[in-house]
Antibody, heavy 121, light 110 residues
């Protein structure tokens, strides 16, 4: 069974930093595009950013509110996705989900259970 | 204010057919695939429809997607109580170079 497990969430003060990790198992991690999506309490889904697979250049894209503050990276040798979050703001408070997407004629998509990040003084 | 517009709520009775709309523009829905996600209460979202109208393995054929121009729709036939959830549409936006989500539609099964 495919699993994505996030970790690293917690309470951080405004201006602080946090690094989230997402460990993947039981699927072709290296062939997947990986993303972070967040959900503020009681709100809808918000795309944070993505990283393409290595053969697609491993390029990254970010949502405007996090561009320049957040960095997405991946370690295919360890099947792990990262989200480095710097200069955190109160409005970054949310549950952060890692997601994978792989298409080979059919689509395979998986989401982690989410990790809560709270930015508060 | 979401780039993709969905009705905030929808409802139906068991066995009914309901549709949820998603309205965008030429830079997102008009030129890219649409995806639909289901988020059951207290759980992570899961992919329901990809590439406008394709179902991942395991998704019942009661769920179907369609796209026309700059709008898309999700239809659920034979409504069941377990379909009560939040539904989100999403697409890539070429102008913004980001993925955009709709604001979500809360489906209530009466």
């Amino acid at each position: 069974e495919v699993q994505l497990v996030e970790s690293g969430g917690g309470l951080v003060k405004p201006g602080g930093s946090l690094r989230l990790s997402c460990a993947a198992s039981a699927f072709t991690f290296t062939n997947a595009w990986l993303s972070w999506v967040r959900q503020a309490p009681g709100k809808g889904l918000e795309w944070v950013g993505r990283i393409k697979k290595k053969t697609d250049g491993e390029t990254t894209d970010y949502a405007a509110p996090v561009k320049g503050r957040f960095t997405i990276s991946r370690d295919d040798s360890n099947n792990t996705l990262y989200l480095q979050m710097n200069s955190l703001k109160t409005e970054d408070t949310a549950v952060y989900y890692c997601t994978s997407y792989y298409y080979d004629g059919s689509a395979y998509s998986h989401w982690g259970q989410g990790t809560l990040v709270t930015v508060s003084s | 204010q979401s780039v993709l517009t969905q009705p905030p709520s929808a409802s139906g009775t068991p066995g009914q057919r309901v549709t949820i709309s998603c309205s965008g523009s030429s830079s997102n829905i008009g030129s890219n695939y649409v995806y639909w996600y289901q988020q059951l209460p207290g759980t992570a979202p899961q992919l329901l429809i990809y590439r406008n109208n394709q179902r991942p393995s395991g998704v019942p054929d009661r769920f179907s997607g369609s796209k026309s121009g700059t709008s898309a729709s999700l239809a659920i036939s034979g409504l069941r109580s377990e379909d009560e959830a939040d539904y989100y549409c999403a697409a890539w936006d070429d102008s913004l170079s980001v993925r955009v989500f709709g604001g979500g539609t809360k489906l209530t099964v009466l």
